[in-house]
Each structure stands twice: as C-alpha cells, then as structure tokens.
C-alpha cells in the first residue's frame, strides 16, 4: 500500500513520508504497517507477518510505480483537482480519486487477477457514488506468443480482461507512462483445424476439420495508433447494461476515450 494513518488518523504517503513519524496502521485493518524505503523498490508500506488483511497484499513494484506516476501526472494537471491516493470511500477504495473536467472520477489499476463478482461489485458501488470509473491494466503492450500455424502473435486473454473490453466497448488500456494509456482492442482469432480422416467402431470411414474454429481464449490485439492522456482525452460516458456470454454487466458510469473504433 501507498498510504498509511498515523496515531493521529492523519494520511501519509509512503514517498513523503520517514520511519520516525511512526508508527503507521493500516487504514483497512488498523493493523501496524512497516514503511519501507529503499533504492530500487518504490516506497511503501507493509502489513507485519502474520498477514489476514488483502488492502495491499499482492502488489508487484510496476503496480506501485503505475500509481506514484499516474498520480503525480494528474496532480497539479489544469483539468484535474482534489487528486487522492488510495482514499477509503463508502465500500470502495480506488488507486486514485479525482475530479477531471468537474466529474468525479475513480482509477482502478488492475495487474493480477481480479473476480468478475469483483469488479461488478466495485462497477456498481461507484456509479451509486456518482463516480466514473477507469480500470487501466499497468502493461506497455500485451504479452504475445507466436502461432508457428497462423504465422501471427496472439494474446491469451483473462476473463476479466474479456469482461472490461465489452464493458469499454471492445477495448482495453494499458498503461505507458505518467497519465498516458494505449487502447488495446483484441480481435477474434481463428484456428485451423487440419483435415483428418478415421474408421469409428463399426468400419465405416469418418471425415472432420478442414476449418477455422473460434479460439476461446486467444485474441489478436490491435492498440490506437497514438497514446491518450487520462485527464485530456477521456470523457464521461453513461453505459446501459447487457448481456455478454451469459454475464451482466451494470448500468454504469465509464471513463472512456472519446475515439471511434479503428479496428
């Protein structure tokens, strides 16, 4: 986690913070946290062992450094004010609350696995707060893997990460750098099934493939063409809900490009 409460409830930010300002607690548990500054790994505070508290477990140091930057990025920006880190709301805590252009907005930086149930929950309970939602996946560009037999680089998409593009109207953003993202839309990708002939259980001559079936889980991603800026090229947009492969997804409120689809 970034941000840790004092004796006193007041909020520290890891990175404007030193160890004799302690002790520091957990603002979800009131657990005590260790602050750890060091040369490589960006600031932070940590839950002592034995941990049972999730605010903050799992984090990785791109997931910490997409905050810091995103976060310093929108600080001070002419569009943006009341910039929070890690501010504890009414049943959610956003990486980053703000307001951008007067609407009120939450960033959520999503790295590891995350449920569907999850995100819904957190989709709903900040539409009802009145906020817009971002989700930005902190990756330059997708992990791809070459497909020898379609000659092409495919991406294994997540369930979570195929729940968010239909929720941004096909689309994706992953993080580059400061407050700057990339869409990323993930095509549909098609296999080739080879012709094949056998003899079933009572001799008689059997024919299958010759083909091209759906991957379920391999896309092909297709990013923008230029890198947008989250206070400057986004706007605030209402989605209906509907219906994806047997999932809901809520009416909601949506931080979102204001780009027409190029793929």
Same mark, same amino acid.
């Given at each position: 986690?970034?941000?840790?409460?004092?004796?006193?409830?007041?909020?520290?930010?890891?990175?404007?913070?030193?160890?004799?300002?302690?002790?520091?607690?957990?603002?979800?548990?009131?657990a005590e946290v260790v602050l750890k500054k060091g040369p490589k790994r960006a600031h932070h505070?940590?839950?002592?062992?034995?941990v049972n508290c999730i605010y903050g477990s799992g984090e990785s140091e791109l997931h910490y450094k997409a905050k810091y930057e995103i976060y310093g990025a929108l600080t001070g920006h002419p569009n943006c004010s009341n910039c929070e880190l890690e501010s504890r709301l009414d049943g959610v805590r956003? !990486?980053?609350?703000?307001?951008i252009n007067g609407k009120y907005v939450a960033i959520e930086v999503q790295k590891s696995t995350i449920t569907i149930d999850d995100i819904v929950r957190r989709t709903i309970r900040y539409t009802e707060l009145g906020m817009y939602l971002l989700w930005?996946?902190?990756?330059?560009?997708?992990?791809?893997?070459?497909?020898?037999?379609?000659?092409?680089?495919?991406?294994?998409?997540?369930?979570?990460?195929?729940?968010?593009?239909?929720?941004?109207?096909?689309?994706?953003y992953l993080w580059q750098e400061q407050a700057f993202v990339v869409p990323y839309h993930f095509d549909e990708f098609k296999i080739w099934k080879e012709?094949?002939?056998?003899? !079933?259980?009572?001799? =008689?001559?059997?024919?299958?493939?010759?083909?091209?079936?759906?991957?379920?889980?391999?896309?092909?991603?297709k990013s923008?063409?230029?890198?947008?800026?989250?206070?400057? =090229?986004?706007?605030?947009k209402r989605r209906d809900s509907f219906v994806i492969s047997g999932r809901d997804i809520p009416s909601c409120n949506l931080w979102k490009d204001n780009l027409r689809n190029w793929w």
């Open positions: 986690m970034l941000v840790a409460s004092s004796t006193t409830q007041e909020r520290n930010t890891a990175r404007n913070t030193e160890k004799v300002q302690g002790p520091f607690f957990c603002p979800e548990c009131q505070f940590s839950h002592k062992p034995p956003p !990486d980053i609350c703000l307001y930005v996946v902190p990756h330059s560009e997708p992990k791809t893997h070459y497909r020898k037999n379609e000659r092409v680089y495919a991406y294994r998409i997540k369930e979570w990460e195929k729940y968010l593009h239909a929720m941004y109207y096909g689309r994706i012709e094949s002939q056998w003899y !079933d259980e009572y001799g =008689d001559e059997q024919y299958g493939g010759g083909y091209f079936r759906r991957a379920k889980s391999l896309r092909l991603p923008y063409s230029k890198r947008q800026h989250i206070a400057e =090229d986004f706007v605030a």
